[in-house]
């Protein structure tokens, strides 16, 4: 039986703003407040987030679980002006799972939610019967129990991209899976040369994938790959639990790149399996993370958990040559784990969120030279503007709130209301005249409330509030066009008024959320709020498409269906 605080924890994913929306919209025109600057003219926002099928309270649940679901704003070209009409649409990413549970809605869930395998309080064998389950599930469907074949159980709801034509929608468990702008129409599985769906005569190549376990494992592709603007590559790396553990990856645009195309390259240095969400990329080098938190389903036989973290590891940083994996250098630093226990030597103060520096060394010895935040504020989803990320970018945006912290909150919500933008150029000058005090040291010791007091336009950390009561999601920035600065142009983001809840915290059929236009300049000015006809709840990862880049998406023979 589930106790009344477990139930509570996991009703909060079905209630207020993370409660998933069952509506779906198309293309549904919506009024717009204030102006809308030019350079949105053709472009879409989307976001990507998780929004459960169904709404099932028996099972563990995680932020995390859920089909994936886009929602976008796509500012559609008025003829023969300047002027624009934003249109919103969501709609389900039909991967296998979706597929599956759409037609069968009995055998959901396929996949064991995250909670069962992150907690150290399941046990070894639900965790064991769960993986048993999900593979007799796509057994039974490749045998003609479930129509559906379940080929893939990734339901690619944590982040979307674009690379050489393609917007893709990615999760850790699987493949990137195609879109199309801005119809938000599923296409199919890119598993590196081409997509389910595509033209016949635009498959070529190798995959990322191939046959048997390995090939598997091998398409299980992390939610973050890195797209290059100036060289047109897609930079990915793949994280099992089979030897040699990871694998490495460069997509070249069209196959036809300067240095060609790199898959499943091993990553020397790995001793396990490892949970890593993210990696660095830079114009010259791949910066990968080995966590000590290991990942062998193997475990369970020995009645240990799956996903097991060693308090007395360390994170090491492993730094190689773009092309050149096999020739990678560790350094090792102290490094907090979110909300587990940190090794002893480094549990100076609870553990946090912020945006931290670390200076690697110029001979490519073991150990990092520099390492402290930036600032003390917490520091969450942070975003370079994408044709400037792999370069010295010298603004970095984020989130934050203006009461607790990510570390202390991400058990049971988060709530964003505050949007950040550092100059991280203006806070190494400083740090550089005062140095901090190396691992638990901070370059700008201020709270974020502190920061707004000075209201001060020349801040190095400019926050943008929210409004009480509102909270906003992950925001990403469009450039203005011949801006003046790196940081001339806007953030885009969704935002939702909680005070449309009703007195049980549950969002009415009549709840609104809105996309709002920020001058990044200054952040303080809202510049065009455009009022969608619903919610979008609380969500994961989103960017901002162009016109161009919408204009100059490959063709597509047949999109995935429900029928």
Not at 85 to 102: E, F, G, K, M, W
Not at 256 to 282: C, E, R, W
Request: net charge negative; proline share 7%; with cysteine.
């Amino acid at each position: 039986m589930i106790g009344k605080e477990k139930i509570a924890n996991i009703r909060i994913y079905f209630s207020g703003n993370y409660a998933p929306i069952y509506t779906v919209q198309h293309a549904h025109p919506c009024e717009v407040q204030g102006t809308i600057p030019e350079e949105f003219l053709g472009g879409q926002y989307v976001r990507n987030g998780s929004n459960s099928l169904q709404d099932d309270d028996r099972r563990d649940l995680h932020w995390f679980d859920g089909d994936g679901m886009l929602s976008g704003v796509f500012f559609r070209r008025m003829s023969g002006s300047k002027v624009q009409q934003p249109l919103y649409s969501n709609r389900y990413i039909l991967t296998d799972v979706h597929c599956a549970t759409a037609e069968y809605p009995h055998i959901s869930p396929i996949i064991s939610s995250a909670t069962t395998l992150l907690s150290p309080m399941v046990s070894p064998m639900k965790v064991f019967m769960g993986m048993l389950r999900t593979m007799a599930l796509m057994l039974s469907s490749f045998l003609g129990f479930v129509v559906r074949p379940i080929r893939r159980i990734s339901t690619a709801n944590t982040n979307i991209l674009y690379h050489d034509g393609r917007v893709l929608a990615t999760m850790e468990t699987g493949p990137p899976m195609r879109v199309y702008l801005p119809s938000l129409n599923t296409v199919g599985w890119f598993t590196g040369s081409s997509a389910e769906g595509e033209l016949p005569d635009e498959m070529m190549g190798p995959s990322i994938g191939g046959p048997g376990i390995e090939g598997f494992h091998n398409e299980m592709t992390t939610a973050h790959p890195h797209s290059d603007y100036q060289t047109g590559e897609l930079l990915l790396f793949h994280s099992t639990f089979i030897f040699p553990f990871v694998h490495y990856s460069i997509i070249s645009a069209g196959w036809a790149g300067k240095h060609g195309s790199y898959l499943n390259q091993p990553v020397p240095g790995f001793t396990s399996g490892k949970m890593i969400h993210d990696f660095g990329v830079s114009r010259k080098h791949t910066i990968m993370l080995d966590v000590p938190l290991s990942m062998n389903p193997t475990n369970i036989t020995r009645n240990k958990p799956a996903i097991e973290y060693d308090p007395h590891g360390r994170t090491r940083f492993g730094v190689f040559p773009r092309y050149c994996p096999a020739q990678i250098q560790c350094a090792s630093p102290i490094y907090h784990m979110g909300d587990l226990d940190a090794p002893a030597e480094a549990n100076h103060e609870n553990p946090e969120c912020r945006l931290y520096y670390y200076q690697f060394p110029a001979d490519r010895s073991s150990n990092i030279t520099e390492q402290w935040a930036l600032s003390a504020i917490p520091f969450e989803f942070p975003h370079v503007p994408r044709h400037i990320e792999m370069t010295a970018a010298r603004f970095v945006y984020g989130c934050s709130m203006s009461e607790g912290n990510f570390a202390t909150r991400q058990k049971s919500s988060v709530k964003i209301d505050c949007l950040v933008k550092m100059d991280v150029q203006h806070l190494l000058q400083v740090a550089e005249a005062h140095p901090p005090t190396q691992i638990t040291g901070c370059v700008d010791q201020r709270s974020i409330n502190e920061i707004l007091a000075t209201n001060n336009a020349d801040d190095p950390i400019q926050v943008f509030a929210l409004p009480y009561g509102w909270y906003a999601q992950e925001c990403s920035f469009v450039p203005r066009k011949d801006g003046i600065s790196e940081d001339d142009g806007w953030l885009v983001t969704y935002v939702f008024d909680e005070s449309q809840l009703d007195a049980n915290g549950n969002a009415p059929a009549t709840s609104r959320s809105e996309l709002w236009i920020i001058d990044a300049r200054n952040m303080r000015d809202i510049v065009a709020r455009v009022l969608l006809p619903q919610r979008v709840p609380y969500g994961m990862h989103g960017d901002w498409f162009s016109e161009e880049q919408i204009l100059n998406q490959r063709e597509v023979a047949e999109f995935r269906s429900l029928d």
